[in-house]
């Protein structure tokens, strides 16, 4: 997960984010052994790549790191908060979600509605916002947002609904400018 804050380091700043998944049912019932772990206090990541006598381990710094047992709460106060705040303060900003199938994209960013504490940054975003916009200094206010996909080098929104919506392929345009466009 990536995202964007003014107020980070006093000046506009993209910082990236590990998250680790939990283990799924079907990998903790065939016995599954992780190949990556992680420390967040030093904000490292491990890689395991092969095993016994040939295993080599890798490691990575980030500007966060949750582990699997990191809180929902815990990735979006830590990460998407601090956004929400500079959204508040008028700046346009992005929070963005990448790495290959089945790595917690989706558990991070939806999560599941079934309990509060089970909420992704998406509905907890909404709510912040939304509370924010309580405020007797938001008389007027516009929300607009954005929920795309890019699979197979296709950009879909993923907001629009009916029987087709996943068919709802957008184009990338450039502008004359040199600025580009959906």
Do not use: W
């Not at 049912?25 to 006598?53: F, L």
């Not at 929902?72 to 900003?93: H, L, N």
């Amino acid at each position: 997960m990536a995202s964007k804050s003014s107020s980070a380091n006093d000046g506009s700043a993209i910082q990236v984010v590990v998250r680790l998944r939990p283990m799924n049912e079907r990998e903790q019932r065939h016995g599954t052994v992780p190949v990556i772990s992680a420390k967040t206090k030093e904000k490292v990541v491990t890689v395991v790549k092969g095993k016994g006598r040939k295993q080599l381990k890798s490691s990575y710094s980030f500007d966060n790191v949750f582990t699997a047992f990191s809180s929902q709460e815990e990735v979006f106060e830590e990460t998407v908060k601090p956004v929400i705040a500079d959204v508040m303060r008028g700046y346009e900003s992005t929070v963005f979600a990448y790495g290959q199938t089945g790595t917690g994209k989706t558990h991070t960013m939806e999560g599941s509605l079934e309990r509060p504490e089970l909420y992704g940054v998406i509905p907890r975003s909404a709510q912040a916002i939304f509370e924010c916009l309580k405020q007797p200094q938001y008389k007027e206010h516009v929300v607009k947002c954005s929920y795309l996909e890019i699979y197979n080098e296709e950009l879909r929104d993923l907001l629009v609904e009916g029987k087709n919506s996943h068919r709802a392929k957008l184009d990338i345009m450039e502008c004359k400018d040199g600025g580009t466009f959906c």
